[in-house]
């Protein structure tokens, strides 16, 4: 047993984040908010050429293969740099169309283009909730009602989000692409990718919100001395790291068997990894609004500002605490009332 | 990054497994912090032995199995699950011997652990005193050098497990009037039957005389149980806290099996309809994975030459939250039935939930309150200033 990143895979990590970092995120954050995708959609192209979206798409179709612990590493890098657009929804959309198999032809030409950065592509499942994310933005949005499979190339009008780069909308109905138990049970599948990858960029929001904060907390003087020096404030950070620390292994250890149960392939491998998923997600969405609420409160006035680019992430968290998965959800899955197993 | 055991270690956990079955106690020993249930204990550390589990990453020449840290998560995953008994020779074991081990001679690690591992010597730490409790640089009981030793005078207290042990540890003030507090200390080990020691039996919450402070009036201690050089003291006591806070003292077998028997007593009886319950249940399997997930990594990192260090303060703080968050939430789910201790006829698990509970209190207490923790986190690991407490 090595649970831990090989030294490839954490490089890979550390490139990408020397890449997002030269990008100007922020700006492009703050111009897909006012509806201008074009900055988004470079870095967009640029994460492509990286190879992130191919860690989802198998190799007979341009990609490197289903890898779900490369695909953390990667959104834990698109959560610290508060990447824009639809990419846990990118991703997700070719996990859907492998594990339905044959959808006519669909899959063979959108996985490709996924994977090279031609296609950004949205994905909601009805079951879920009304709204698909960036879809006015998206190439298509691949729209899951019940055990049918549409594609979509409309959009509603944009119901602003607490998040101001996450613009939801409703989705007209499309084209019927597959229907049948296989749907749901791909889409099923797809739901705890989702939430995987969801956790994974609030691991990276959370870390963010904590490195910003500390920082800022070493400069900032109050009464001659820097605020970081305050028991209070140690004691608040450190509270942070403890919650980021431990949701990491639980993030990791859900993609390690994911990746166990895409090769094993049988329902119960999945269901487990399911739980080890919502877990996953309930740690890592809490520690990072926990780093939402302590780095506002120790950046003081000057983290209730718009200005500030703190808040792109400080309102990321709070999104992404409850997409794919409320926390309430993901324990029930974790802990499946008797009523409904046993009875 | 992979969870697959080898089949080394598969074959590791299946023998530590049916050892087990075979031998752990069908009814629970009394209380190891009785006189009655210490006796009791001490057997079973016997018998532990006589299986080799009793020290498993030791060396086979001193009753161990040469096992990876690995081997002993999966031990004590075992260990746990089969509820083995609580082991009375914990301090030796997972705080005196790792020190001896790093800074003890040949001849101290070949005469002190070989009894350890049978049983025969029980360990007490003696480090507080009534002045000096995470502030530990502050202790004034003092080591004043005698003809081929040393003379120990002073007044310890909350010595865990010193009303029944053996022998205890501890750090004295050898090298009065150093600059700095911390300097000056020397680590002895010495008898707690030996002529000057007084040990008091101190009452915990449950009322158990678990813990004794111990008066010392020029206590012997010959130079050969001296740990490390005399005056650098701290330098050996702080290899003993990372042991303390960190994974040795608590591993997450405890906290696995732990949850696992809440989240059975919640699926046997409880309301499906109160969801905040059912939230605090999950939430406990949620953490107890995340400590041993943490735990593995931990391993693989110590395995590539990696050191704990400031870490084990998280860990420290990560599993004494845990332990109380697990009890408060079984005794919520027991109802009328949790406030039954462990001597009352009709307490489920033997009062297990209830005893536990009170043990758990003192989680963030010991090894370094949680608040010193907190400190060491941002210091050293996030890196802000020092400041006045």
Redesign the interface.
């Given at each position: 047993m090595r649970f831990l990143l090989d030294a490839e895979q954490a490089e890979f990590g550390r490139t990408l984040g020397r890449m997002l970092a030269a990008a100007d995120t922020p700006a492009a954050v703050r111009a897909w908010g006012a509806g201008d995708s074009a900055p988004g959609s470079a870095v967009w192209r640029r994460l492509a050429g990286a190879g992130v979206f191919g860690l989802a798409v198998p190799e007979k179709c341009g990609g490197a293969g289903f890898l779900p612990v490369d695909l953390i590493v990667s959104f834990v890098e698109l959560g610290r740099y508060a990447v824009p657009g639809p990419v846990v929804e990118t991703a997700v959309a070719a996990v859907l169309l492998e594990r339905l198999g044959d959808t006519g032809g669909l899959a063979d030409i959108w996985r490709p283009a996924i994977a090279a950065g031609d296609a950004m592509v949205s994905y909601a499942d009805l079951a879920r909730g009304p709204y698909a994310l960036d879809a006015a933005t998206a190439d298509v949005t691949f729209l899951v009602d019940g055990d049918t499979l549409r594609a979509s190339d409309g959009s509603g009008p944009v119901q602003p989000s607490v998040d101001p780069a996450r613009r939801l909308a409703r989705c007209p109905g499309g084209a019927v692409l597959a229907s049948g138990p296989a749907v749901r049970a791909a889409a099923a599948q797809a739901d705890d990718i989702a939430r995987l990858l969801t956790a994974a960029q609030a691991l990276g929001v959370g870390r963010r919100l904590l490195d910003d904060t500390v920082a800022y907390v070493k400069q900032r003087t109050q009464f001659g001395v820097a605020i970081g020096s305050f028991q209070a404030v140690k004691h608040r950070l450190a509270d942070v790291l403890l919650a980021l620390e431990f949701a990491e292994p639980l993030v990791y250890g859900a993609a390690v068997e994911v990746a166990g149960a895409s090769q094993a392939g049988t329902a119960d491998a999945a269901d487990a990894a399911g739980v080890g998923i919502a877990m996953a997600k309930v740690a890592a969405g809490e520690a990072a609004y926990a780093a939402a609420r302590a780095a506002l409160q120790l950046h003081g006035a000057l983290g209730y500002t718009d200005e500030l680019d703190l808040s792109l992430w400080i309102r990321k968290a709070r999104a992404l605490r409850n997409a794919w998965g409320t926390p309430a959800e993901c324990r029930a899955r974790v802990l499946p009332s008797p009523v409904a197993t046993t009875r | 990054?992979?969870?697959?055991?080898?089949a080394a270690?598969e074959e590791f956990r299946r023998e530590a497994r049916d050892w087990l079955a075979a031998h752990v106690p069908a009814e629970p020993l009394p209380s190891l912090e009785t006189a009655e249930g210490f006796a009791a204990h001490r057997a079973w550390e016997r018998e532990l032995h006589g299986g080799r589990w009793s020290a498993v990453t030791w060396p086979e020449e001193y009753g161990g199995r040469g096992a990876s840290v690995?081997q002993w998560l999966l031990f004590e995953e075992e260990y746990h699950a089969a509820r083995a008994p609580g082991r009375v020779s914990q301090n030796g074991v997972s705080l005196l011997a790792p020190t001896l081990f790093e800074h003890g001679t040949d001849e101290q690690v070949a005469r002190v652990l070989p009894p350890m591992a049978r049983g025969e010597t029980v360990w007490a730490q003696a480090w507080s005193e009534p002045g000096a409790g995470s502030d530990l640089a502050a202790l004034r009981s003092a080591a004043v050098r005698a003809d081929g030793g040393w003379l120990l005078r002073g007044h310890k207290t909350w010595s865990s497990r010193a009303a029944f042990a053996d022998r205890a540890f501890g750090l004295f003030r050898s090298h009065p009037g150093g600059d700095r507090p911390h300097h000056g200390l020397t680590y002895l080990m010495f008898d707690l039957a030996a002529p000057g020691v007084t040990v008091r039996p101190i009452g915990r919450l449950d009322g158990k005389p678990a813990f004794a402070e111990l008066f010392l009036e020029d206590v012997f201690v010959p130079d050969a149980d001296v740990i490390g050089e005399p005056g650098q003291g701290w330098r050996v006591a702080m290899s003993t806290a990372g042991n303390e806070r960190g994974l040795t003292l608590r591993s997450p077998g405890r906290f696995t099996a732990a949850a696992d028997r809440l989240?059975a007593l919640?699926?046997a009886g409880?309301d499906?309809a109160d969801?905040a319950l059912?939230?605090r249940?999950?939430?406990a399997?949620?953490?107890a994975?995340?400590?041993q997930?943490?735990a593995?990594?931990g391993?693989?990192?110590l395995t590539?030459g990696g050191t704990p260090g400031a870490a084990a303060s998280?860990t420290k703080?990560?599993w004494s939250e845990l332990d109380i968050a697990l009890h408060e939430t079984a005794l919520d789910l027991l109802g009328p039935h949790g406030e039954l201790a462990d001597a009352a006829p009709e307490a489920p698990d033997h009062g297990g939930w209830a005893d536990g509970w009170i043990f758990a209190l003192a989680g963030p207490v010991y090894a370094g309150t949680n608040?010193i923790?907190?400190?060491i986190?941002?210091?050293r690991?996030?890196?802000?200033?020092?400041?006045?407490?």
């Amino acid at each position: 047993m090595r649970f831990l990143l090989d030294a490839e895979q954490a490089e890979f990590g550390r490139t990408l984040g020397r890449m997002l970092a030269a990008a100007d995120t922020p700006a492009a954050v703050r111009a897909w908010g006012a509806g201008d995708s074009a900055p988004g959609s470079a870095v967009w192209r640029r994460l492509a050429g990286a190879g992130v979206f191919g860690l989802a798409v198998p190799e007979k179709c341009g990609g490197a293969g289903f890898l779900p612990v490369d695909l953390i590493v990667s959104f834990v890098e698109l959560g610290r740099y508060a990447v824009p657009g639809p990419v846990v929804e990118t991703a997700v959309a070719a996990v859907l169309l492998e594990r339905l198999g044959d959808t006519g032809g669909l899959a063979d030409i959108w996985r490709p283009a996924i994977a090279a950065g031609d296609a950004m592509v949205s994905y909601a499942d009805l079951a879920r909730g009304p709204y698909a994310l960036d879809a006015a933005t998206a190439d298509v949005t691949f729209l899951v009602d019940g055990d049918t499979l549409r594609a979509s190339d409309g959009s509603g009008p944009v119901q602003p989000s607490v998040d101001p780069a996450r613009r939801l909308a409703r989705c007209p109905g499309g084209a019927v692409l597959a229907s049948g138990p296989a749907v749901r049970a791909a889409a099923a599948q797809a739901d705890d990718i989702a939430r995987l990858l969801t956790a994974a960029q609030a691991l990276g929001v959370g870390r963010r919100l904590l490195d910003d904060t500390v920082a800022y907390v070493k400069q900032r003087t109050q009464f001659g001395v820097a605020i970081g020096s305050f028991q209070a404030v140690k004691h608040r950070l450190a509270d942070v790291l403890l919650a980021l620390e431990f949701a990491e292994p639980l993030v990791y250890g859900a993609a390690v068997e994911v990746a166990g149960a895409s090769q094993a392939g049988t329902a119960d491998a999945a269901d487990a990894a399911g739980v080890g998923i919502a877990m996953a997600k309930v740690a890592a969405g809490e520690a990072a609004y926990a780093a939402a609420r302590a780095a506002l409160q120790l950046h003081g006035a000057l983290g209730y500002t718009d200005e500030l680019d703190l808040s792109l992430w400080i309102r990321k968290a709070r999104a992404l605490r409850n997409a794919w998965g409320t926390p309430a959800e993901c324990r029930a899955r974790v802990l499946p009332s008797p009523v409904a197993t046993t009875r | 990054m992979d969870l697959e055991l080898t089949a080394a270690d598969e074959e590791f956990r299946r023998e530590a497994r049916d050892w087990l079955a075979a031998h752990v106690p069908a009814e629970p020993l009394p209380s190891l912090e009785t006189a009655e249930g210490f006796a009791a204990h001490r057997a079973w550390e016997r018998e532990l032995h006589g299986g080799r589990w009793s020290a498993v990453t030791w060396p086979e020449e001193y009753g161990g199995r040469g096992a990876s840290v690995l081997q002993w998560l999966l031990f004590e995953e075992e260990y746990h699950a089969a509820r083995a008994p609580g082991r009375v020779s914990q301090n030796g074991v997972s705080l005196l011997a790792p020190t001896l081990f790093e800074h003890g001679t040949d001849e101290q690690v070949a005469r002190v652990l070989p009894p350890m591992a049978r049983g025969e010597t029980v360990w007490a730490q003696a480090w507080s005193e009534p002045g000096a409790g995470s502030d530990l640089a502050a202790l004034r009981s003092a080591a004043v050098r005698a003809d081929g030793g040393w003379l120990l005078r002073g007044h310890k207290t909350w010595s865990s497990r010193a009303a029944f042990a053996d022998r205890a540890f501890g750090l004295f003030r050898s090298h009065p009037g150093g600059d700095r507090p911390h300097h000056g200390l020397t680590y002895l080990m010495f008898d707690l039957a030996a002529p000057g020691v007084t040990v008091r039996p101190i009452g915990r919450l449950d009322g158990k005389p678990a813990f004794a402070e111990l008066f010392l009036e020029d206590v012997f201690v010959p130079d050969a149980d001296v740990i490390g050089e005399p005056g650098q003291g701290w330098r050996v006591a702080m290899s003993t806290a990372g042991n303390e806070r960190g994974l040795t003292l608590r591993s997450p077998g405890r906290f696995t099996a732990a949850a696992d028997r809440l989240a059975a007593l919640w699926r046997a009886g409880a309301d499906p309809a109160d969801t905040a319950l059912r939230d605090r249940v999950a939430d406990a399997l949620i953490g107890a994975r995340a400590y041993q997930l943490s735990a593995y990594a931990g391993v693989a990192r110590l395995t590539e030459g990696g050191t704990p260090g400031a870490a084990a303060s998280l860990t420290k703080i990560f599993w004494s939250e845990l332990d109380i968050a697990l009890h408060e939430t079984a005794l919520d789910l027991l109802g009328p039935h949790g406030e039954l201790a462990d001597a009352a006829p009709e307490a489920p698990d033997h009062g297990g939930w209830a005893d536990g509970w009170i043990f758990a209190l003192a989680g963030p207490v010991y090894a370094g309150t949680n608040e010193i923790q907190r400190d060491i986190i941002a210091e050293r690991l996030l890196g802000l200033p020092k400041g006045r407490r």
